[in-house]
């Protein structure tokens, strides 16, 4: 008899710096879903499914059968052949929506994640990243969200493959999540079609750069690999305060500042040492716009999504 269990999942940054759709790193927040047999009834049915939703933007979550975690845990049964089972879940919500810190990449990982423990964990990790990216349509969230660290993940057409980031003790992410939305259909229709050559090569060597910098440390490194040329000049604009922050976060002593995801989350790179000033900086800076932010140190997640039985 199968016992309830819970999949928790963590907040991811994506985009990180001249990473685009490329490179995210998992951070310490964390979406919560917890599966146990359904109320009877055949899955599909609202009397095979029950949803429960806690947290602060709980009214928001769909809690029927158009739920995000329920449609990708019934996907992975029907890949396998077999009718999705009944359903309760219960999720406990840790990461804002909307906010470009991978609330869906959480989703998506918990479906998957829960599916395939409930069926005797028929795919490997592998298996599960794959579908996992083909359901989001890029791999900088779901990837570190299912792994945990900070990951690099390229395609040769056939297969994906992800290179693990290091990422030095001493560097600690801050976001500043301010108190609206931007959906990432939005901030995609505001970039280019086509990029110029020497964009293409400055975010290829800025790309390289950071990796370097996070594996060293090196502040030099990081405040020049942060910069960016294929989507934060265009998004940018759809982030009310995005300058002011910025120059506040560099001038507390922060290495580089970016849009976490598809925004309007910023995320800044700083020391353990100046960690506290940046976060003090970019909340002063952003409500002196007159936007209700929150402004939060974190830490980053290296385990990624885990699974643990429930205690009865």
Known sequence: MLHPFTVTVPATTANLGPGFDCLGAALSLYNRFSFLPGPGGHAGSNSGLKIGVRGEEAARVATGA???????????????????????????????????????????????????????????????????????????????????????AASDDQDWLHCPVAWHSDIVPIVAIPHFELSTAAARQVLPQDYCRADVVFNTAHLALLVKGLETGDGDRLRVGMQDRVHQPYRKQLIPGYGRVHEAAIEAGAYGLAISGAGPTLLALASRATASMVVAAM?????????????????????????SQSVE
């Open 66 to 152: 158009e739920n995000l975690v329920y449609q990708v845990f019934c996907q992975l049964f029907e890949s396998l052949g077999q009718t999705p089972p009944s359903l309760t879940l219960e999720i406990e919500l840790g990461v804002p929506l909307a906010r470009g810190l991978g609330s869906s990449a959480t989703a998506i990982v918990g479906g998957l994640l829960g599916a395939n423990y409930w069926a005797g964990n028929p795919l490997n990790p592998h298996a599960l990243m794959r579908m996992a990216i083909a359901l989001e349509g890029h791999p900088d969230n779901v990837v570190p969200a299912l792994l945990g660290g900070c990951q690099l």
């Open 283 to 307: 909340e002063q800076a952003w409500q002196t716009q007159k936007t209700p932010v929150t402004v939060r140190s974190l830490q980053l997640d290296r385990h990624g999504a885990t699974i």
